[in-house]
């Protein structure tokens, strides 16, 4: 009998503390009227073999224990959804601002690349901090629900009572559903952009293309583009033409109903270069002055400045391109998981 | 245990949840300590795992359909349950339930066209 009382005392340290007596005594009593009735069915005592059978027939301690716990769960079945819900959309905004004070705040207040790297590195300790209190405040909400029921009634997905008209209106993708680009769309679209492309390839013999009147003042002025904007302008054109080349052969197999999300995640992808170009120009020299023998000591001062500007610049618009990038990778890796969950 | 008799177990397990809860409130028309009733039980062919009925009647009686008491017996102090006034009105209802339920899926199973036999 030594090993029942073991089994119970191993038992009773999961159970609920002010019921551990009584569920004892109970599952003692039961336990002893089989072992008894067993021995009386033998015309024996059971051996340490036939015990430990019947032992290990009831059940690991922890698992007996567990089935006389009340609420076997944290978050219930009914609330799960919206917690998971609140939980994806708290971690996304969460990181997305996360990621902005990391790229952009924190390099404006305190200079230097270890700042930016410890921004970083607190990011997965504020995410699970986030999901402990919104886990713990959801708990203790079903927690409260359960055991009154009037708690939370009127609450979304709680509510018994609620009206079918309350539900939200069609989504702009699904009311497009199944309605893609047509034809002349795409023709249009391939066309636009070549002439773009055109006008993009003209500008450097014509630059009153782009600047029209503003062409006068840049040539009177101290100032001249660096070697850096060529790169970036070289970069800008290989990007378009990357588009007009996979849109044209899009067309020409006949799929240029949509484009699909890894074409978009690419083009994104590609977007990045011209720009990562200018990020990494020698000295964060973009504009430098025509003769600086003459102009540097009345311009040196503003020059600076406005290298500084755009070069902050770039790096915010960097930063908003990676988080779109890193939004769009997360997405398209979602639908292609609950794509491959509903194939089964 | 492969996939489709995972499946299985758990839509067994989930099938017989309900249908324990009416046999025990059955059984305890007449009063009985946890293991008499798993024994009563099994003699009906009804297999239940002690891990399961006597957490299930300490459930049943929290929910005030079962009613018990400490009794001696054979020199033991044991816990009898018996069904209370409230479980006797449940379980008539619970009855008219399984009751339909069976005559419905028996008439499914019937038809003309089931396919199931």
């Given at each position: 009998m030594?090993?029942?009382?073991?089994?119970?005392?191993?038992?009773?340290?999961?159970?609920?503390?002010?019921?551990?007596?009584?569920?004892?005594?109970?599952?003692?009593?039961?336990?002893?009227?089989?072992?008894?009735?067993?021995e009386?069915?033998?015309?024996?005592?059971?051996t340490?073999g036939?015990?430990d059978?019947?032992?290990?027939?009831?059940?690991?301690?922890?698992?007996?224990?567990?089935?006389?716990?009340?609420?076997?769960?944290?978050?219930?079945?009914?609330?799960?959804?919206m917690?998971?819900?609140?939980?994806?959309?708290?971690?996304?905004?969460?990181?997305v601002i996360?990621?902005i004070?990391?790229?952009?705040?924190?390099?404006?207040?305190?200079?230097?690349a270890?700042s930016v790297?410890?921004?970083?590195?607190?990011?997965?300790?504020?995410?699970?901090?986030?999901?402990?209190?919104?886990?713990?405040?959801?708990?203790?909400?079903?927690?409260?629900?359960?055991?009154?029921?009037?708690?939370?009634s009127?609450?979304?997905g709680?509510?018994?009572?609620?009206?079918?008209?309350?539900?939200p209106?069609?989504?702009?993708?699904?009311?497009?559903?199944?309605?893609?680009?047509?034809f002349?769309?795409?023709?249009?679209?391939?066309?636009?952009?070549?002439l773009?492309?055109v006008?993009?390839l003209?500008?450097?013999?014509?630059?009153?293309?782009?600047l029209?009147p503003g062409?006068?003042?840049l040539?009177?002025?101290?100032?001249?583009?660096?070697?850096?904007?060529?790169?970036?302008?070289?970069?800008?054109v290989?990007?378009n033409?990357?588009?007009i080349?996979?849109?044209?052969?899009?067309?020409?197999?006949?799929?240029w109903?949509?484009?699909?999300?890894?074409?978009?995640?690419?083009?994104?992808?590609?977007?990045?270069?011209?720009i990562?170009?200018?990020?990494?120009?020698?000295?964060?020299?973009?504009?430098?002055?025509?003769?600086?023998?003459?102009?540097?000591?009345?311009?040196?001062?503003?020059?600076?400045?406005?290298?500084?500007?755009?070069?902050?610049?770039?790096?915010?618009?960097?930063?908003?391109?990676?988080?779109?990038?890193s939004?769009?990778?997360?997405?398209w890796i979602?639908?292609?998981?609950?794509?491959?969950?509903?194939?089964? | 245990?492969?996939?489709?008799?995972t499946?299985?177990?758990?839509?067994?397990?989930?099938?017989?949840?309900?249908?324990?809860?009416l046999?025990?409130l059955?059984?305890?028309?007449?009063?009985?300590?946890?293991?008499t009733?798993?024994?009563?039980?099994?003699?009906?062919?009804?297999?239940?795992?002690?891990?399961?009925?006597?957490?299930?009647?300490?459930?049943?009686?929290?929910?005030?359909?079962?009613?018990?008491?400490?009794?001696?017996?054979?020199?033991?102090n044991?816990?009898?349950?018996?069904?209370?006034?409230?479980?006797?009105?449940?379980?008539?209802?619970?009855l008219d339930?399984?009751?339909?339920?069976?005559?419905s899926v028996?008439?499914?199973?019937?038809?003309?066209?089931?396919?199931?036999?």
């Amino acid at each position: 009998m030594e090993l029942l009382d073991r089994y119970l005392q191993a038992v009773r340290k999961y159970l609920p503390l002010r019921r551990q007596d009584d569920i004892i005594a109970e599952l003692r009593a039961n336990m002893e009227s089989q072992i008894e009735d067993r021995e009386s069915e033998f015309g024996r005592p059971l051996t340490q073999g036939e015990f430990d059978d019947f032992l290990r027939k009831m059940g690991h301690p922890m698992v007996v224990a567990s089935r006389y716990q009340p609420q076997q769960y944290l978050i219930g079945p009914t609330i799960f959804p919206m917690y998971l819900y609140v939980l994806r959309i708290a971690l996304l905004w969460v990181f997305v601002i996360c990621m902005i004070v990391a790229a952009v705040v924190t390099p404006l207040t305190t200079p230097g690349a270890q700042s930016v790297f410890d921004a970083l590195l607190r990011i997965p300790g504020i995410l699970i901090q986030t999901a402990a209190w919104i886990t713990l405040v959801f708990a203790a909400f079903d927690f409260a629900r359960t055991r009154y029921p009037s708690v939370g009634s009127q609450i979304e997905g709680v509510n018994k009572n609620w009206s079918p008209s309350s539900l939200p209106p069609l989504t702009k993708d699904a009311t497009r559903a199944g309605k893609g680009r047509s034809f002349a769309q795409a023709v249009i679209e391939i066309v636009f952009s070549a002439l773009f492309l055109v006008w993009l390839l003209l500008i450097p013999k014509h630059p009153f293309l782009m600047l029209g009147p503003g062409v006068a003042y840049l040539q009177s002025a101290p100032y001249q583009l660096s070697p850096a904007w060529w790169s970036f302008f070289w970069c800008v054109v290989a990007l378009n033409v990357i588009q007009i080349v996979w849109k044209s052969i899009d067309l020409v197999r006949g799929q240029w109903q949509s484009s699909g999300p890894m074409q978009q995640i690419l083009f994104k992808v590609f977007g990045l270069v011209p720009i990562t170009v200018l990020l990494t120009a020698p000295d964060h020299n973009y504009i430098s002055l025509k003769n600086p023998a003459v102009d540097a000591a009345h311009y040196g001062q503003n020059l600076s400045q406005i290298n500084n500007g755009i070069h902050l610049a770039f790096s915010v618009i960097c930063a908003i391109v990676v988080l779109q990038l890193s939004f769009d990778l997360a997405k398209w890796i979602w639908e292609h998981y609950r794509n491959r969950i509903a194939a089964g | 245990m492969t996939v489709a008799e995972t499946t299985f177990e758990n839509l067994r397990l989930e099938l017989r949840r309900g249908c324990l809860t009416l046999a025990v409130l059955a059984q305890l028309k007449q009063e009985h300590y946890g293991y008499t009733l798993r024994k009563e039980l099994a003699e009906h062919g009804l297999e239940i795992d002690e891990s399961t009925l006597y957490p299930l009647l300490r459930r049943l009686e929290t929910q005030g359909l079962l009613a018990s008491e400490w009794r001696e017996e054979d020199k033991r102090n044991k816990r009898f349950y018996r069904l209370s006034t409230d479980g006797e009105h449940i379980l008539a209802r619970l009855l008219d339930e399984w009751n339909a339920i069976n005559s419905s899926v028996s008439r499914i199973l019937d038809a003309p066209n089931a396919e199931i036999k």
